[in-house]
């Protein structure tokens, strides 16, 4: 494994160093913010070993050898926060599905069932040409999301 070296400036130990005494942040940044504390190569004085910041810290040293190699690669701020996520989901669900997964819901459940299963409606609505492919989890989180319960009838 490549080693890398962790030299830090005054304004970055100043900032590492404010990030682990006060405030209110993410625990892996605080983690990742001791990591580079205790790696830091000073003039003078004797840094800390990666075993012995693995044994402090109880983190594994190929977290500390990431945590540095981000550092002396790309910087402060991504060897704390780690890469931006930009990872975009696309929803299978508009309005108009929501819609009619909801009528489909209300309606009579299929002859030889007393009520509709998140399967069937979501095979259903495969069946009835709404979308290509659905899964119940989906038809679930819809449900669910507008507060239609199937749990409890009501009589009358």
Known sequence: MEKYKVTLHEDELSQLTEIVNKGSHKSQKVLNALILLNSNEKEGEIKSTNAEISK???VSMRKID???QRFVEEGLEIALNGHPKNREYLR???GDLEA??????CSKAPEGFAR??????????VELE???SLSYETVRRTLKKTKL????????
Do not use: E, F
């Open 56 to 58: 402090i810290l109880h």
């Open 66 to 68: 990431r945590v540095k």
């Open 92 to 94: 299978k669900i508009d």
């Open 100 to 105: 009619h997964l909801l009528a489909l819901s």
């Open 116 to 125: 509709w299963s998140l399967r069937m409606l979501a095979d259903k609505a």
């Open 130 to 132: 709404y979308v290509d």
């Open 149 to 156: 319960s199937h749990g409890k009838q009501k009589d009358g």
